[in-house]
């Protein structure tokens, strides 16, 4: 296999330049052992066009930065070697993000929007103690709150989402997933009203169609059709009881 000569058919476009129309750019490579796309690219922007953007930070699948669209799916360039991919290899960025130019995207500033609509910090009362021993937590729960945390914050869930390319205040699976981690945290003291006004929505967990590209396309294989449910089933148990007490108040119920 790493005889092959492979090709590339790489978006090319840079906002800065508006008067440089979108295109692709076609660049040959010979593969060698173990080479991954992120590899590719280096080698590519090394010997044949330095002004290609993409982005990495890592190379170790841990800071989600280079993830894009790879022969039509969304995918980490650092995880996904050429051996699997056919000869013709053709890349995008990821839609739904900003684009900052060619195949880099701006996922930081979409997150940051995220941790602030949800609230993605713990809310508590109580005042913190750096003498103090740390609470102990049971070790299912904190096996439950690490599961959902493995979230690198890459945007391969966003951009398969058909719902998150088509209405831009959906949360998508990266959101609810951050939603149903403090939901099992026991140190979050926020009310099911107060998660409902959060993720009780359409831009919530009520705008997923069921089509579960995040689930087959999460390069940490996070279980996020599970976590959808279990935040769903919360938000309508909420949903009903403080539409009884509405009833109750009203005299209806």
């Known amino acids: ?17 508006p ?3 979108p295109r692709m750019q076609t660049y040959k490579l010979k593969e060698t052992t173990g080479m991954t796309i992120f590899v590719a690219l280096n080698m590519i922007r090394e010997e044949q066009d330095p002004s290609l953007m993409f982005d ?13 669209i790879i022969n039509g799916r969304p995918r980490l360039a650092c995880k996904t070697l050429t051996s699997t991919l056919p000869r013709t290899i053709k890349l995008f960025p990821l839609p739904v993000f900003k684009l900052i130019g060619d195949l880099s995207v701006d996922t930081g500033t979409w997150f940051r929007h995220l941790s602030i609509r949800t609230e993605s910090w ?8 750096p003498t103090k021993e740390e609470e102990r937590m049971d070790n299912k729960i904190a ?23 088509i209405r ?11 939603v149903a981690r403090f939901m099992v945290d026991p140190r979050d003291e926020r009310t099911p009203e107060e998660y409902f006004e959060v993720v009780g929505s359409e831009e919530g967990a009520f705008g997923c169609m069921g089509l579960m590209a995040c689930d087959d396309n999460c390069p940490m294989e996070l ?9 769903r089933r919360k938000i309508a148990s909420i949903g009903l009881g403080i539409k009884q007490e509405k009833k109750i108040k009203m005299g209806i119920g």
Request: with cysteine; glycine share 6%; aromatic share 10%.
């Open 1 to 17: 296999m790493a005889d092959r000569e492979l090709t590339f058919e790489i978006f090319r476009y840079n906002p800065a330049k």
């Open 19 to 21: 008067e440089i129309k």
């Open 56 to 68: 990495f930070v890592c190379r170790a699948a841990i800071c989600g930065s280079c993830a894009m």
């Open 122 to 129: 713990v809310h508590t009362s109580k005042t913190f103690d």
């Open 143 to 165: 096996l439950e709150i690490y599961e959902a945390e493995r979230c690198i914050e890459c945007g391969c869930c966003i951009a398969g989402c058909a719902t998150a390319n």
């Open 168 to 178: 831009d205040e959906f949360l998508g699976a990266a959101g609810i997933n951050r």
């Open 223 to 231: 279980p996020l059709q599970m976590q959808l449910a279990f935040v």
